[in-house]
């Protein structure tokens, strides 16, 4: 299994991004995505998730209503779509799978068992 996560760069305050995650290897049909993000000094932290089979969506309390996450099952990829970005938004960003993710478990790190490079996204103010 391997993830390529693309789309990051350097943006101005409010700017929009678009993130993207393909994933290869096997099929994904039964698996669940997620963006991370790590700036530096702190600690890997959860972005947003979409479930693989039914596309439910999660999102932390600090991107809801400005990122949005989609999937195409058909091209096995994911995509984080950020809009009034800020400069707390810069970090390596990383795209994450696992196959039947717990629910509860969705928010953690740990929960996943593939992970992709990171892309750096940097806002400036």
């Known amino acids: 299994v391997q993830l390529q996560a693309s789309g990051g760069g350097l943006v101005q305050n409010g700017d929009s991004l678009r993130l993207s995650c393909t994933a290869s290897?096997?099929?994904?049909?039964?698996?669940?995505m997620a963006w991370f993000r790590q700036a530096p000094g702190k600690e890997r932290e959860f972005v947003a998730a979409?479930?693989?089979?039914?596309?439910?969506?999660f999102y932390a309390d600090s991107v809801k209503g400005r990122f949005t996450i989609s999937r195409d099952k058909a091209k096995n990829t994911a995509a984080l779509e950020m809009n009034s970005l800020k400069p707390e938004d810069t970090a390596l960003y990383y795209c994450?799978?696992?196959?039947?993710?717990?629910?509860?478990?969705?928010?953690?790190?740990?929960?996943?068992?593939?992970w992709g490079h990171g892309t750096q996204v940097t806002v400036s103010s």
């Open positions: 994450a799978t696992t196959p039947r993710l717990i629910l509860s478990r969705i928010r953690e790190p740990s929960a996943y068992n593939y």
């Open positions: 979409i479930r693989w089979s039914v596309s439910n969506t």
């Open positions: 290897g096997r099929s994904f049909s039964n698996y669940d």
